[in-house]
């Protein structure tokens, strides 16, 4: 028996999620790698899942969480053995596939990736699913100034949804980089700790969110974006000649109401981030890069704790936007 949470959807009782006890044998037969698991998390979607607010989760019943990491317990994969450390994001995981928030895993090895060494599994859930998100921002964004002959004196970066865990995570890995971070935000509360994390100013979202016009005066060189909506429009229109949006998120909605004219008329480039099927290797490469350049300290100043019953009610807190950073979650405690 392992402690999970649990999602069913009946007649009877409608949606539920609750904190029980399953059996190993209740794990549906979809996996060939045996993970205990040592830490999860909540995203966003986890919240979407957990509350039913949204229909994120495709299959009854289902235990819920998109991300984990642990240690194999048993491995019919050629790729794994007993002992090793791993972490997994996405996939359908926690949506259509058993998932992390429980203490037990069953899922496809090819889904898993070698937790680097220098990172614990509570360190991999303290990135988790919106940390190794941001990171695929940040990478993108690299790849593009590099091409273009961008250095980070080039000018400002925004990051937007900058109070939530992939924002934080973008700005203390922007930040370490030499650029200078400007975090958009609907909590000016919080401006202090996103200095902090390396932000060199925090604007109110209020200035991004409204519709504006096609064209505005260029500002970012390159812009971290999990609101999409208007916000993603407006970052848009005043990115500078041949700078980049890369864009991840939905928070604000997933409409996208903006025009050609910053495309055409000033090269910017939108990359489309998606980490649910990212290839092996792009997943590989940005968990090297995050043990290597993310600042402990800061990721530590971005988390906070709690049970797996406790995530019963932070799955509603994260999508009303009262959670700040990350929220990682002890499967065992």
Excluded at 171 to 193: F, N, P, Q, W
């Amino acid at each position: 028996m392992f402690k999970a949470l649990l999602i069913n959807k009946t007649d009877d009782a409608g949606y539920t999620c609750a904190l029980t006890e399953v059996e190993e044998s209740q794990i549906p037969g979809q996996g060939d790698v045996t993970v205990a698991v040592e830490w999860s998390t909540i995203n966003y979607k986890d919240g979407l899942a957990i509350t039913g607010k949204s229909p994120v989760v495709r299959s009854f019943p289902l235990v819920p969480g998109i991300d984990f990491a642990g240690t194999v317990t048993a491995s019919e994969h050629p790729r794994w053995k007993k002992g090793d450390r791993v972490v997994l994001n996405g996939f359908g995981v926690g949506e259509s596939h058993w998932g992390g928030l429980a203490q037990m895993a069953r899922v496809k090895g090819d889904w898993l990736v070698a937790l680097p060494d220098a990172l614990s599994t509570r360190d991999a859930m303290a990135i988790g699913t919106a940390g190794y998100t941001a990171m695929l921002c940040v990478q993108a964004l690299q790849r593009h100034w590099t091409e273009a002959g961008m250095d980070a004196g080039s000018g400002e970066v925004l990051v937007t949804g900058a109070g939530g865990g992939v924002g934080g995570v973008a700005i203390a890995l922007l930040s370490a980089m030499g650029h200078k971070v400007v975090a958009s935000t609907g909590r000016l509360e919080e401006s202090d700790y996103l200095k902090s994390l390396g932000a060199a100013e925090v604007i109110d979202r209020s200035a991004l969110s409204a519709p504006g016009k096609p064209m505005q005066k260029e500002r970012w060189i390159g812009v971290v974006d999990s609101v999409g909506s208007h916000t993603l429009a407006n970052a848009c229109a005043s990115t500078r000649y041949g700078g980049a949006v890369a864009a991840c998120g939905l928070a604000q909605g997933m409409d996208f109401p903006a025009s050609v004219a910053p495309f055409i008329l000033r090269g910017v480039t939108l990359y489309g981030i998606d980490s649910v099927m990212a290839p092996l290797a792009k997943r590989e490469s940005a968990w090297q890069q995050l043990a290597r350049d993310l600042d402990r300290g800061k990721l530590e100043a971005i988390t906070q704790e709690v049970s797996l019953a406790e995530a019963l009610t932070a799955g509603p807190a994260i999508l009303a936007g009262q959670v700040r950073g990350r929220l990682v979650v002890n499967v065992n405690a």
